[in-house]
Every structure is written in C-alpha cells, then in structure tokens.
T-cell receptor, first 114, second 112 residues
Framework: DGGITQSPKYLFRKEGQNVTLSCEQN?????MYWYRQDPGQGLRLIYY???????QKGDIAEGYSVSREKKESFPLTVTSAQKNPTAFYLC?????????????FGDGTRLSIL | AQSVSQHNHHVILSEAASLELGCNYS??????LFWYVQYPGQHLQLLLK??????LVKGIKGFEAEFIKSKFSFNLRKPSVQWSDTAEYFC??????????FGPGTRLSVLP
C-alpha cells in the first residue's frame, strides 16, 4: 500500500542535542511538508519542498532544518536552537508541486525533551 | 497573511444529533478549501475538498460542507452524527501561495 511513513513514533531528546525525524513516501508525490501540531493551535508549517534539492521555509522554520536529496525522503532535523521542541510533528505530501491537491499525512512523531 | 478560524474548540453531541462546525478564513481571493479529520490514534485524513464549481460539496461518511464566498466560510455539516464520528476536525485553506493554512481544530465528542 502506498503511503507516508514517519519514524520513530516517539522520540526523546536531551537538552542541546540535535535529532532527526524521518519521513518517507512511496506515493511518487512531488511536494512534501513538515508541520508542528500543538494543542489548540492546529498545524503550523515548518518547511516544505516542491521538488528534489529545493525547499522553502514555512511560518516557524527557526530552529529546524531539512533536506530533500531524494523525491521520496524529506527528513527534518530539530536543532538545539529550537527552544521549545516538545510537540507532535506531522509530515505530509501532495501530488501537485503547486499544492493544488489534498495532502496525505503520516502518523506523526511525538518529540519530548528529557 | 492568511488565517483560519474555527468557531468551537470542543463540541459535545448525542448520537443522531445534527452537526455544524464553523470555519472562516481571511484571504479574499481564490482559495482551495479542505476539511480533514483525525480519529483517535490515527493520522489526518481528507474528509472533503472544494476547488471550484458547486459550493455544496459532499465528502466521505455523510459529511458535507458549503462554501459561502461572501462570508469567507466553509462550514462542515452532518445531519446525524454517530459515536464513531468522535475525532478532531481541521479546516484548511490553500491560497495563491504554496502554504496550506490550518485552523486550530475542533474536537467533537459524540455520546452514545
């Protein structure tokens, strides 16, 4: 079955550490997205990528970095510069690189600070 | 910048009651509109979408939504809810830019 796989499901980070969240899709979608979900705030866009080797900052990119070396993969690194990283992170993809098609979502990764 | 508001943070209904969840957006130009649902422990799924044409759109599981351009609204409705509709519902808008903007979500609890 085609879909989006996020790993790990739960992740714990010590203060000052960088961690990388994995997102893989086998839908052959051009566009991929990373969102952060906090209670009462809905989803906020961190980064998005319309095509391989290209990505753009979203509304809350500070403290995060991404790469898009392959079409199917869009990993997100939460750096030590992100002062409030505890959240639920969702990866999504869309067939249309212009974003004119619905997004498909992964199951998410819950990141907590030790 | 585009913003999306959802009228209710938490809605509690009994089974068979009618449902209407409000969604308003701020950008006045051409938009694509979506409702997503997140069932407990599951990933976000698309309920329905509006791109153009008939402003009354039908989605999965008996849901429908009406786009009213003059009111910048895209309210979600269902005539008779079931316990299995308990979930969190998100309205989303995609405007001229690349960004999808999501509302804060409405949690629906249906009592059996």
């Amino acid at each position: 079955d085609g879909g989006i796989t996020q790993s790990p499901k739960y992740l714990f980070r010590k203060e000052g550490q960088n961690v990388t969240l994995s997102c893989e899709q086998n839908l052959n979608h051009d566009a991929m997205y990373w969102y952060r979900q906090d209670p009462g705030q809905g989803l906020r866009l961190i980064y998005y990528s319309q095509i391989v080797n290209d990505f753009q900052k979203g509304d809350i990119a500070e403290g995060y970095s991404v790469s898009r070396e392959k079409k199917e993969s869009f990993p997100l690194t939460v750096t030590s510069a992100q002062k409030n990283p505890t959240a639920f992170y969702l990866c999504a993809s869309s067939l249309d690189r212009r974003g004119n098609q619905p997004q498909h979502f992964g199951d998410g990764t819950r990141l907590s600070i030790l | 910048a585009q913003s999306v508001s959802q009228h209710n943070h938490h809605v509690i209904l009994s089974e068979a009651a009618s449902l209407e969840l409000g969604c308003n957006y701020s950008y006045g130009g051409t938009v694509n509109l979506f409702w997503y649902v997140q069932y407990p422990g599951q990933h976000l799924q698309l309920l329905l979408k509006y791109f153009s044409g008939d402003p009354l759109v039908k989605g999965i599981k008996g849901f429908e939504a009406e786009f009213i351009k003059s009111k910048f609204s895209f309210n979600l409705r269902k005539p008779s809810v079931q316990w299995s509709d308990t979930a969190e519902y998100f309205c989303a808008v995609k405007d001229y830019g690349q960004n999808f903007v999501f509302g804060p979500g409405t949690r629906l609890s249906v009592l059996p």
